[in-house]
């Protein structure tokens, strides 16, 4: 089960090609097209999900997988976010500029990398920190 759910799901389970989306967009095969549109679908579904609860939106960030050699699935995701003023330019999207929104822009969209496993390591460290300075020293 564990395998089935880490492994074999997601764009994998729906292409039963690769779950990696730079082959699935090399990929000719319709139900490799159809696990990016889902994909998309997705990343567009949380976009309006979360510009409802928040009341809209000021930027837009791409970040880890989306940020690394995706720009046709940034620029998608921009397109089906288009009711929100997101307007991706293209040119500056293929080069993956940090700021790939078009002049003027209602809603900046931007590429930003990101190192989950050194952000988790500092709040690892803080907690130590905070963990060791709260007991006091220990004298024999």
Not at 27 to 55: K, N
Not at 105 to 121: F, K, M, N, W
Request: glycine letters at 10%.
């Amino acid at each position: 089960m564990v395998t089935l759910l880490y492994e074999q799901s997601g764009l994998l389970g729906v292409s039963g090609i690769s779950g990696d989306t730079r082959t699935l967009i090399d990929s000719d095969d319709p139900l490799a097209a159809e696990a990016v549109d889902l994909f998309v679908y997705r990343i567009a579904r949380e976009i309006g999900s979360l510009a409802a609860a928040i009341g809209g939106l000021d930027t837009l960030v791409f970040k880890a997988g989306i940020r690394q050699n995706a720009p046709y699935i940034r620029e998608r995701a921009g397109a089906v976010a288009g009711w929100l003023a997101v307007n991706i330019d293209h040119k500056l999207n293929g080069r993956g500029d940090e700021v790939i929104s078009l002049a003027g822009s209602d809603v900046d969209a931007l590429v930003i990398p990101t190192d989950e496993e050194r952000a988790v390591g500092i709040q690892l460290l803080s907690v130590c920190l905070k963990l060791c300075r709260s007991y006091p020293e220990r004298r024999t």
